[in-house]
């Protein structure tokens, strides 16, 4: 029997990059609203890998705390930190987003990219209290998540839950603004559009021609062949309508 495996492990497995619905746009257009500069401090939280937090300490030479559950992405974060040769910049650690081990006033800006959509209700606003206790006043949150635009998407939101083996919980694009304003952020905006996680498109601008052919070919080997094509046919045909969506909350 075939093992199951968390949808995001998964296709970092095959060699993804970028485990973000809607990829390099919706991160570029966070970092824009971000105003990052080298005296920024940042935390991002569910850091994976590191590629972002990476990207941001080549191109502003800011300081950040990468935090995340999983040893395995830590451990593969610290290696790419290393290779990039941004150590003094760049620092990871495990640790949970709903307890996080910092002071309140902490961060001018905090990341979070493709982790709340996994939260379940109270455990999604303890997250994002938390996010907005450890940030200073006039900081700015950064989120990339999964949304929809119809609210009859029940059964769908349960197929993707079975098809990236995670009970995933994502908002429509005004309930998840509505949430950050009911938190306590003061300015809330935000940016949607069709999710590119998986599109052929989408793969080839997040990851180029190179980076798609490794995933395609890892993808179709036998051990990976049934659960990748069950991804690639969910995300470009049975949940086409849904969205990602990228908000900037200011304390």
């Given amino acids: ?9 998964f296709l970092a ?10 990829g390099v746009t919706a991160t570029n257009w966070l970092i824009e609203q971000g105003q990052f500069s080298k005296d920024s401090k940042v935390l991002e939280v569910a850091c994976n890998m590191c590629t972002t937090s990476i990207e941001l300490a080549q191109t502003f030479g800011c300081s950040i705390i990468g935090i995340d559950m999983d040893p395995i992405a830590l451990d593969k974060a610290k290696q790419n930190i290393k290779e990039a040769g941004v150590e003094k910049l760049v620092q990871v650690q495990q640790g949970n987003a709903m307890k996080l081990p910092f002071e ?14 996994m939260l379940r209700g109270e455990a999604k606003e303890k997250a994002i209290k938390e996010y907005l206790r450890v ?25 993707l839950s079975q098809t990236i083996h995670v009970n995933v919980q994502p908002l429509h694009v ?7 304003k009911q938190l306590g952020f003061s300015t809330v905006i935000a940016q949607y559009g069709p999710m590119t996680l ?32 069950s991804m ?9 309508d849904l969205r990602y969506i990228a908000v900037c909350s200011k304390k």
């Fill in 1 to 9: 029997m075939v093992k199951k495996e968390v949808g995001h492990n």
């Fill in 13 to 22: 497995r095959l060699g993804k990059k970028r485990l973000r619905p809607g």
């Fill in 104 to 117: 309140d006033n902490s961060f001018d800006i905090v990341v979070n990219e493709a982790m709340l959509t």
């Fill in 135 to 159: 940030l200073k006043p006039g900081g700015r949150l950064l989120t990339h998540d999964v949304a929809y635009l119809d609210d009859h998407m029940g059964s769908l939101l349960d197929e």
């Fill in 174 to 180: 005004d309930k998840w603004q509505e949430l950050f």
């Fill in 198 to 229: 998986m599109s052929t498109p989408g793969m080839i601008k997040d990851e180029g021609w190179l980076g798609t052919c490794k995933i395609l070919w890892n993808g179709f080997k036998k051990e990976n062949r049934k659960q990748f094509l």
């Fill in 232 to 240: 690639y046919r969910f995300f470009n045909k049975t949940g086409k």
